[in-house]
């Protein structure tokens, strides 16, 4: 498939914007790197990252373990590196259910509006009326049984609590970029030479969506990992020995501060992970706003 002129054109100024801001810059490269140690961490990683040497125990950053060890003889370097991967996991798939089913929802709702939307919308409201974290708290306590544990995999079930409470941002989204589109007069014409709904959905305003999706993206890559951290600390999320950032911060708070290089790690590369996604999400959010690239 051929490129056109206008478009290696278009890709070439998009190129020189992101160099033209330093953070957007700074976020992209970040995000290259995690991405590079989600790929190939355990082939990078000097240990590996569930393997005990209780000999080894509490050993301080240094030469041989560049991030110390943990209260298992792990090296805290090979289990931080492991949960990059997890996490990426984590907020690809966050991203991935909150995005179809928001999007299916909002842009129902704004489509076709009348019933549909008050209804959708109304429980949109329901569920943003709750604090992420502590909805996302409820969730995980439902599906936790209190004598037999979790029904499903701690992980896959703090992966699905995440997304119930993110898909109201992509729904609100998408419903009010589905009423902005449909008013405009391509959408006009398509109805008049009788274009299905279906067809106008996905080829006239889904494509006009897909900006503010991308960086609405960008930000739930972040937040979504946040609060899987917070899931873990307080003991709902990840559980031991699996190498997720909140769950390594869990089992090296009661440490602190005398062993303070086995939550501080991990609560850097959170830091890390978060603020690179904020960066370019940001920088994203300047770049594809059709206003700020004239």
Known sequence: MRISESSKKEMRYTWHLIKQSKLTLIGLILVLVLVFIAIFGPLLAPYDPYETNYVETLNPPGWKHLLGTDIHGRDVLSRVMAGTRISFMLGIVVVGIALILGGILGILAGFFGGWRDEVIMRIMDIIMSFPDLVLAMAIM????????????????????????????????????????????????????????????VFTHILPNCLAPVMIQATMTLGSAVLTAAGLSFIGLGAQPPTPEWGAICVEGRNFLPDWWWISTFPGVAILIYVLSFNLLGDGLRDILDPRLRR
């Open 141 to 200: 306590a439902a599906i936790r049984d209190p004598v037999e544990g979790y029904s499903l995999n701690p992980l896959v079930g703090c992966m699905v609590a995440i997304a119930v409470v993110t898909i109201p941002r992509y729904a609100r989204l998408l419903r009010g970029e589905t009423l902005r589109v449909k008013e405009t007069s391509f959408v006009e014409s398509a109805r008049a030479v009788g274009c299905s709904n279906m067809r106008i």
